[in-house]
């Protein structure tokens, strides 16, 4: 899947060789697939920190220390199940597992990956009007 996706979106931007070793790190607070029975057609992870840079906007916009916060990344859907309301769920069950741990879930995404952001900004939309 993640070939896939790499080879139409440039995401990752680096393919790595060992895409286990990618999409389950070892240290996360949790990771998901999606299927449609036969194959994994999504995944999403919660981690506890990203990258130093993100962490500190994260911090600053949010108020709170780098052990409050949880990072939704890796969240990515094959091209033939978009649109379908795959990605809507892996990142509504990562972001609710993040509140359930007692952490603030914050997205950690490229400027140049619209798509990933236009899916994160209807999420916030929708949220937003149910609060």
């Given at each position: 899947?993640f070939?896939?996706?790499?080879?139409?979106?440039?995401?990752?931007?680096?393919?790595?060789?060992?895409?286990?070793?990618?999409?389950?790190?070892?240290?996360?607070?949790?990771?998901?697939?999606?299927?449609?029975?036969?194959?994994?057609?999504?995944?999403?992870?919660?981690?506890?920190?990203?990258?130093?840079?993100?962490?500190?906007?994260?911090?600053?916009?949010?108020?709170?220390?780098?052990?409050?916060?949880?990072?939704?990344?890796?969240?990515?859907?094959?091209?033939?199940?978009?649109?379908?309301?795959?990605?809507?769920a892996l990142?509504?069950?990562?972001?609710?597992?993040?509140?359930?741990?007692?952490?603030?879930?914050?997205l950690?995404?490229?400027?140049?990956?619209?798509?990933?952001?236009?899916l994160?900004?209807?999420?916030?939309?929708?949220?937003?009007?149910?609060?």
């Amino acid at each position: 899947m993640f070939s896939v996706i790499h080879d139409r979106d440039g995401y990752p931007i680096y393919l790595p060789d060992d895409l286990t070793a990618f999409v389950a790190t070892g240290g996360e607070l949790g990771a998901w697939v999606a299927t449609d029975g036969k194959a994994i057609i999504g995944h999403v992870a919660l981690h506890p920190r990203s990258w130093v840079g993100v962490m500190g906007v994260a911090r600053n916009a949010l108020g709170c220390g780098e052990d409050e916060i949880a990072v939704v990344a890796r969240l990515a859907v094959a091209p033939s199940a978009r649109r379908l309301g795959v990605g809507r769920a892996l990142l509504r069950h990562a972001t609710l597992d993040g509140v359930r741990l007692g952490r603030r879930p914050v997205l950690d995404v490229a400027a140049h990956y619209d798509a990933a952001i236009r899916l994160y900004e209807r999420g916030r939309l929708r949220q937003s009007r149910l609060s």
